[in-house]
Structure formats: C-alpha cells, structure tokens
DNA sequence: TGTATCTGACCGACCGGTCAGATAGACTCG
DNA sequence: CGAGTCTATCTGACCGGTCGGTCAGATACA
C-alpha cells in the first residue's frame, strides 16, 4: 500500500464519476469505462477497487445517503425553531436545479434498482429511516412548542418526506425546470408549512406567499434565510 | 390485412406483456425476446408492429396513462362528496399489493426514462397534467362545501398527488411491502385528509384512525367504501 | 527484488434491429 | 369449387456492436 489513504481517494474519485455519469446517463446506460474516463483513470481500475458494477453502485449510493444525512443534520441543527428547521430542509434539498437535476435522476434510477434487488432496497430503507427521524425530531419539537399540530410524529414526518419526493417527481417533469425551480421550492415549503402548522396559529402568515415573512410565533428575528453549505447560484 | 382490429389487439398483447416484463425486470433488462415469449409470438412481430424497443415502451406508458386517468375519472364520478371522492382515489391507487408493486415498478422506471428522454418527459407531463385536473376537481368542490380549506386549488392538488407518489416510494422500500401494504393504505387516507380538512369541521373524525367511519359532515350515509372496478385480493 | 497498483487487450454473452424466406388467409379466374 | 396468386403476417437465424468481467503483463514505489 502506498498511503494508508490511497484506496480511500481512489473509491471516493470513482463514487463521484460513478454519480456525475450516472445522472446523466442512468444506471444501466453507464459503462465501466466512461466512470473510469471520468475518473480519469483506467476501465481496469473501477473493478480493482470494487467486486463488479452492482457493487460500485450500492457503495455510490451509500456514500451519497450518508452524505445527504450529514448535510440535513447539519442544516436542521444550524436553525432554530421547527419552522426555520423546514425551511433549512427545504433549502438543502433544493439548491439549485442543476445539482437538483443530478441528484433526483441519479435518485430515481436508485428506485428502480431498489424496488427489484434487495441488496439495493436495504439502503433505501436505511435512507428513509435516517431522514424519518430526522423528519420526526423537527416534528416534535414543532408539537412540543404549540406550533405544529398534535399527531403521530412518525406519520407526519413520513408524509412530510413524502412531499418532498412527490413534488421532486413533478419537477423532473416540468418541460422546462430551470424555470420554475424557484417556484417549486417556494411550493415546498409553503405546502409543507401549511401541512405542520397549527391551524389558528400562524395561519395569516401563510397568505402572502412570501415565505421570507414566515416564522414561528413568539420568535421575532430568525437568523434570515436558513444557510446551508453546498449551495450554489 | 386479414381483420381490421387485428392489428389493434396485437399492439395491445404485446403492451400487456411489455408492462408485465418491465415491472419484473425493468425498462434496461427486458428484451424485445423476453416480451415477445410473454406475449406468445416471436421476436420478430414486436418489431413488427413497432419501430423500435422505445417506441414499444412510449405506446406502453401512453396507454398505461390513458388507463389510469380514465379509472380515475370513473371513480371520482362514481363517488360523491369530495372525502369520498378522495377515498375512492385511494382505493383505486391501492388495488392490492401485487398490483401496486407492479405498477410502481413500472412507474419508477418510467420517472427513470422521462427525466432522461424528451419523448417520455411529455408523457409525463401528460400524466401530471391529468391528475392534477382531476384532483382540482376534487378539491374545488370540497372548497365550495366548505370541507376543505380554501387554498389554491392547483396547489393543493399537486401535493395531494406528491404525497400518493412519496408515500408510494416509501413502500416500494419496505421490507415487507405485502405486511404493511393496508396500513400504507389508510395511512394515505388519513393523511391526505387531515391536509385538506378545513380545521374544526371533521377534525374529531380523523383521532379514531379508522377511515371506515370518516365522511363528509351533512352526508349521513356514504355508500360504503368506495367500489372501484379492477380490484382485487 | 517484491508487491501494490494500474493498463488495456481480450473473451463470452447478450441484445436491438434486419431480413430472407415461410405461412396462410383472401381474392381472383376458370 | 379448386388452382393459382397475392400479400399481410409471422418466424428465427443472423449481424454488428456493446459491455461486464478477466487477466497477463507493465509500472513504479518501498
């Protein structure tokens, strides 16, 4: 072994080929080569550092669940008060509609993997459960200050998700994306504000549609537009 | 030509063996050969009465769509009020589990070629643009009744969908999608529910959890849950 | 010299699409 | 009715190309 760290920077420059080639082409269209082009290395190289394709992928998609985690724990950690922990969420899944693009193609094609070969469905599972509880936290503490209202937090949590992933689906369709992005991640967030809310509460705040002016009463400056790392444009 | 509809049912063998071929294996694995031994015929008639693998695969989710936004509209018409409108889209969207995972499986492959391919994008956009008039049906007369709250109707429709979709994903990624096939179901139920009810009319509707007994307020009795054609198990 | 790493030619399998011919119903014509 | 012909339909061998995976050998660092 040349550096302890060597195979470690092999497989994380062939995870992100791996990812660049595969939201653009799809999983079964990606050849062994074109990753190692974009690696930069040789077609012999990716089956040294992995067992076969499938093996490649699954760590791809590993790799990529437990980064997304990380960033979402981050962003939920960095923002006070269960309305500004959404509107960190949303802001971290929609940074702009390139990586967007990138990464919900590179997440459906996952699907389709996932709902056929075990091995691929179990790190979907360990995805959703990872970002239910995440979901359920920020839930929670939205029910345990009086601005969310009071139901099973699983399932809130897991419908919350659910909008995510069923508005992204929609966007993927959209004939032209980039346009409407914008509106889509304002959509998001108003929708799922509307969702958790307590009715009664901070109902006149979802009027306006500017969901600048939104905040969890009783709190009077958050800390402006949640900031996430990774985001561009 | 030896019948005038023979050519008719051919294309529509060949369909119904392409989606029980696609939901198994999916889009990239199924070969013209595996759709042509299903279908009863040889290679060479799938490439008979289509250009190509894709178009085979076009006309299959264009007919697929087709299908689907027509069941959809007989069971809105079918039942009355808008929270039995909702639950009958329910019922319809969650036949039994086979159904569902050969559907979904279909689907997500599709989602997979659309975010990829023009051609297939405008399906789906097609697709979208149907549910999403359906479902504003529904939503607007639950606003002109007063049973929903007053929203915008096109928005609250596509989140509506969003959460079939996202909840739909997170069954495909269950460990046993046949155990928790039914409480998927009323979960999709009451969650949909609980995000269109207007707040203080049904709300002590939804606590029980049993969706059997949730109706419209003013409508003493609903005709039972929803009965939709192709059901089964 | 030893060994981890890397290379790319090569193999066997597969697949979409083509095509030359087989098949058989329909339609003459006698 | 029956022979002959036409043509829509069907068949499966075949072609060209691709791809995942293998491997013998090259490379270069220790």
Redesign the interface.
């Known amino acids: 072994m040349r550096s302890a760290t060597h195979e470690a920077e092999r497989r994380l420059v062939l995870r992100k080929a791996a990812f660049r080639e595969v939201a ?3 999983f ?2 990606v050849t062994l080569e074109d990753i190692a082009v974009r690696a930069g290395v040789s077609k012999g190289v990716t089956l040294y550092y992995f067992d076969s394709k499938d093996d490649l992928f699954r760590d791809l998609f590993s790799w990529l669940i437990d980064s997304i985690h990380l960033r979402m724990r981050d962003a939920v950690a960095a923002a006070e008060g269960p309305v500004e922990k959404v509107r960190a969420l949303v802001a971290l899944i929609f940074p702009s509609p390139s990586r967007n ?1 990138a990464f ?2 590179a997440y ?2 996952f ?2 993997l ?3 070969k075990e091995s691929f ?1 179990q790190i ?2 360990r ?2 459960a990872g970002c239910r509880e995440i979901d359920r936290g920020i839930v929670e503490e939205g029910m345990r200050r009086g601005v969310f209202i009071l ?1 099973d937090a699983g ?1 809130t949590a ?2 919350l ?7 992204m ?2 966007w ?4 032209d994306p980039e346009a409407c992005f914008e509106a889509y991640r304002e ?1 998001c967030e ?2 799922l504000l ?2 958790l809310l307590s ?2 509460r901070p109902v006149e705040l979802l009027s306006p549609g500017r969901p600048g002016e939104l905040l969890a009463p009783g709190r009077p400056e958050p800390p402006e537009t949640a900031r996430i790392k990774g985001r561009k444009r």
Do not use: W
């Open positions: 653009e082409r799809g079964s269209s693009r919900f193609r459906v094609d699907c389709g996932a709902a056929r469905r979907g599972e995805f959703y139901r399932e897991s419908t998700r659910a909008i995510f992933d069923g508005l689906l929609q993927l369709m959209e004939k959509r108003r929708e509307h969702y009715p009664g």
